[in-house]
């Protein structure tokens, strides 16, 4: 067995889950932006249709575990 894989193989899960970590903050951060553009001004209401088509596509779970590895 060739120890160099053994650490190449840690290296690439390492950097997998660094990878997973920023899908994961790039996605909270593009859900909040999201929610602050369709908030009206001063009653801070969001806006219906809107919350409407976020709580379908979460509860059927469109968008995640996407497949981005080539």
Excluded: E, H, P, R
Excluded at 45 to 69: C, E, P, R, S
């Amino acid at each position: 067995m060739d120890i160099s894989t053994g650490t190449a193989f840690s290296g690439a899960s390492a950097a997998q889950a660094n990878n997973m970590q920023k899908d994961v903050a790039g996605a909270q951060l593009i859900t909040k932006t999201l929610d602050k553009l369709n908030t009206t001004g001063m009653g801070a209401k969001v806006d219906q249709d809107y919350q409407f088509q976020k709580d379908v596509l979460n509860a059927a779970g469109i968008g995640n575990k996407l497949d981005t590895v080539a």
